[in-house]
T-cell receptor
Framework: GQNIDQPTEMTATEGAIVQINCTYQTSGFNGLFWYQQHAGEAPTFLSYNVLDGLEEKGRFSSFLSRSKGYSYLLLKELQMKDSASYLCAVRGNDMRFGAGTRLTVKP | EPEVTQTPSHQVTQMGQEVILRCVPISNHLYFYWYRQILGQKVEFLVSFYNNEISEKSEIFDDQFSVERPDGSNFTLKIRSTKLEDSAMYFC???????????FGPGTRLTVL
């Protein structure tokens, strides 16, 4: 079956670092995406991994291990505006999204 | 910066009625998608469209749904006979290539009464 798992909620402090994990089992694999979604808005693209390893993009980094079916999104120097849901999505035969991790950044 | 646009932003309809949701993908993109998100739930893939035909569809995309690219810019989702459970946010997305990042439109909130 196809499954994408990520924690439901996380809380972190402004200025800190947070890691959001995602594990997946899908039919086929053509890349893993992380999206940010603020309440009532559309998802916006953050990062993409297709090969194992770390991709860095400013305050955001994403890691992939295909053999373990595992990825994480790392957010550094957290800001209040980073409070949002973070969606892990896997491109297999189609595009499947996880349920999202709601991150709350506190002062 | 180019963006995906969707109209209307909110559509209210009676159960059993047909609705058409419209999208204008980013102009040089070749792959188009529809997703839905029921309030408080995850984003669910409906269908992908490439070269004027459906390339993939999910189990949700049954006979009541259809997609069309009626001209060079619009991409539409038709729901033939709406049900209460079709109430959701419907997002259109587009990408340059099949496995590239997808850019989402702002969504159409469909309310079926």
């Amino acid at each position: 079956g196809q499954n994408i798992d990520q924690p439901t909620e996380m809380t972190a402090t402004e200025g800190a670092i947070v890691q959001i994990n995602c594990t997946y089992q899908t039919s086929g694999f053509n890349g893993l995406f992380w999206y940010q979604q603020h309440a009532g808005e559309a998802p916006t693209f953050l990062s993409y991994n297709v090969l194992d390893g770390l991709e860095e993009k400013g305050r955001f980094s994403s890691f992939l291990s295909r053999s373990k079916g595992y990825s994480y999104l790392l957010l550094k120097e957290l800001q209040m505006k980073d409070s949002a849901s973070y969606l892990c999505a896997v491109r297999g035969n189609d595009m499947r999204f996880g349920a999202g991790t709601r991150l709350t950044v506190k002062p | 910066e180019p963006e995906v646009t969707q109209t209307p932003s909110h559509q209210v309809t009676q159960m059993g009625q047909e609705v058409i949701l419209r999208c204008v993908p980013i102009s040089n993109h070749l792959y188009f998608y529809w997703y839905r998100q029921i309030l408080g739930q995850k984003v669910e893939f409906l269908v992908s469209f490439y070269n004027n035909e459906i390339s993939e569809k999910s189990e949700i995309f049954d006979d009541q749904f259809s997609v069309e690219r009626p001209d060079g810019s619009n991409f539409t989702l038709k729901i033939r006979s709406t049900k209460l459970e079709d109430s959701a946010m419907y997002f259109c997305a587009s990408s340059e290539a099949r496995d590239n990042e997808q850019f989402f439109g702002p969504g159409t909130r469909l309310t079926v009464l």
